[in-house]
C-alpha cells in the first residue's frame, strides 16, 4: 500500500541524489579548475545547489519522518535542472527549430490525428462489416 509507494519513492530520491552527485564529480574532474572559473561555471554552481538542497531534503525529511512544508519548494527548484538541456540546444539548430515548431503546432497535431484516427475507425468498420457479411452469406 501506501508504506511500499513510500519507500520506492525514497529508493528513487537516493538514486537522484546518487546520479548528482556523480555528474557534478564526474564535471569536477573533467574541467579541473574551469569547473569553477569557466565559462560554464554558474551551471556548475546551480548544480551544487540543487544537489545541496536534494541532501537536505533528504537529511530533513529522514530526522522528522516526514516532510517539512518549506522542503517541499525545494522540490520544484530541483525542476529547474531541466533548464540545462537549453543551453545544449543550440548546438543543434536544426533540432532547436523543429522542438519550437512543434511546439507551436501542438493543437493542430492533435486535430490531425484525431481526424486521422476518425478516418481509420470508419475504414475498420467498413471492412469488418464486409468481413461480417461474407461470413453471414456463407453460413445462409
Given at each position: 500500500g501506501d508504506q511500499?509507494?513510500?519507500?520506492?519513492?525514497?529508493v528513487l530520491q537516493y538514486l537522484l541524489l546518487a546520479w548528482l552527485f556523480?555528474?557534478?564529480?564526474?564535471?569536477?574532474?573533467?574541467?579541473?579548475?574551469?569547473?569553477f572559473f569557466g565559462p560554464l561555471w554558474k551551471w556548475n554552481l546551480f548544480d551544487m545547489c540543487i544537489l545541496f538542497a536534494c541532501a537536505l531534503e533528504i537529511i530533513v525529511s529522514?530526522?522528522?519522518?516526514?516532510?517539512?512544508?518549506?522542503?517541499?519548494?525545494?522540490?520544484?527548484?530541483?525542476?529547474?535542472?531541466?533548464l540545462q538541456a537549453v543551453r545544449f540546444l543550440r548546438f543543434f539548430h536544426g533540432l532547436q527549430k523543429m522542438l519550437i515548431s512543434l511546439?507551436?503546432?501542438?493543437?493542430?497535431?492533435?486535430?490531425?490525428f484525431l481526424v486521422m484516427f476518425i478516418i481509420m475507425y470508419?475504414?475498420?468498420?467498413?471492412?469488418?462489416?464486409?468481413?461480417v457479411g461474407s461470413f453471414g452469406k456463407a453460413r445462409l
Amino acid at each position: 500500500g501506501d508504506q511500499g509507494y513510500l519507500n520506492t519513492l525514497n529508493v528513487l530520491q537516493y538514486l537522484l541524489l546518487a546520479w548528482l552527485f556523480m555528474e557534478l564529480c564526474i564535471n569536477a574532474m573533467g574541467y579541473g579548475i574551469d569547473f569553477f572559473f569557466g565559462p560554464l561555471w554558474k551551471w556548475n554552481l546551480f548544480d551544487m545547489c540543487i544537489l545541496f538542497a536534494c541532501a537536505l531534503e533528504i537529511i530533513v525529511s529522514q530526522q522528522s519522518g516526514g516532510m517539512s512544508s518549506a522542503f517541499k519548494v525545494l522540490r520544484i527548484v530541483r525542476l529547474g535542472k531541466a533548464l540545462q538541456a537549453v543551453r545544449f540546444l543550440r548546438f543543434f539548430h536544426g533540432l532547436q527549430k523543429m522542438l519550437i515548431s512543434l511546439a507551436a503546432c501542438v493543437v493542430t497535431l492533435f486535430w490531425a490525428f484525431l481526424v486521422m484516427f476518425i478516418i481509420m475507425y470508419c475504414v475498420c468498420v467498413l471492412i469488418m462489416n464486409g468481413i461480417v457479411g461474407s461470413f453471414g452469406k456463407a453460413r445462409l
